[in-house]
């Protein structure tokens, strides 16, 4: 299955800043999928990211809080912008394989 | 995608089966059932999934009943590494010309006591 490497860990941030989440596959993808897991909840899709196009946003998320770039097959960065406490969540993501999904570690996010 | 119903938590004495059950009852013919988990403070991690015949891997064993309105993830020796959260997914089969998304539930909070 693929390996992915997404940076940072984890981070804390002032509240109005903004923190780009890096996320780095070993293979070639079509799809790569950014989730949100609040504290104590499950995990919740943010958007998918194709390469070359723009990502589609789930219900709930829009690009100007979320923007995410995809700039080619192995790579997406996902931006959370002007950041309240209410953001504080684990942020993964995740691309498809033929053993089903891989997912990141993810990225701990608190805001202050 | 179909919904899944699990138990929300459940124990498991360390070296005993544990078996973990989900209903799908809408699941449709090609849908797949999976199962992944997630251990504290990681990423989902991918277990194990089959359409409808039983399936094995060096993680689990599924039992998809005949109707396939329910499964079961069997770990058949349950260590304490095996404490996490376990979620069960219905979804399409990884294609490569697509996508098809993981929609997660609460899943089961499987606690595997010394």
């Known amino acids: 299955s693929a390996v992915i490497s997404q940076k940072p860990s984890r981070d804390i941030c002032q509240r109005g800043t903004s923190l780009t989440i890096q996320c780095q596959v070993d293979?070639?993808?079509?799809?790569m999928f950014w989730y949100r897991q609040q504290p104590g909840q499950s995990l919740t899709l943010i958007a998918t990211?194709?390469?070359?196009?723009?990502?589609?946003?789930e219900s709930g998320f829009v690009i100007d809080k979320f923007p995410i770039s995809r700039p080619n097959l192995t790579f997406s960065t996902l931006t959370v912008s002007n950041m309240s406490p209410e953001d504080s969540s684990i942020y993964l993501c995740?691309?498809?394989?033929?053993?089903?999904?891989?997912f990141g570690s993810g990225t701990r996010l608190t805001v202050v | 995608d179909a919904k899944t119903t699990q138990p929300p938590s459940m124990d498991c004495a360390e070296g005993r089966a544990a078996n973990l059950p989900c209903n799908h009852s809408?699941?449709?013919?090609?849908?797949?059932v999976y199962w992944y988990r997630q251990i504290h403070s990681q990423g989902p991690q991918y277990i194990i999934h089959?359409?409808?015949n039983n399936e094995t891997n060096e993680m689990a064993s599924l039992i998809i009943t005949e109707d396939r309105k329910s499964s079961t993830l069997i770990l058949p020796h349950a260590t304490l590494r095996d404490t996490a959260v376990y979620y069960c997914?219905?979804?399409?089969?990884?294609?490569?010309?697509?996508?098809?998304?993981?929609?997660f539930g609460k899943g089961t909070k499987l606690s595997v006591i010394p």
């Open positions: 809408t699941i449709s013919g090609n849908e797949y």
């Open positions: 293979s070639q993808v079509t799809m």
């Open positions: 990211a194709n390469q070359g196009s723009e990502a589609t946003y």
């Open positions: 995740s691309v498809e394989d033929p053993y089903g999904y891989t």
């Open positions: 089959g359409l409808k």
């Open positions: 997914i219905v979804t399409l089969k990884y294609s490569g010309a697509g996508s098809y998304q993981l929609t």
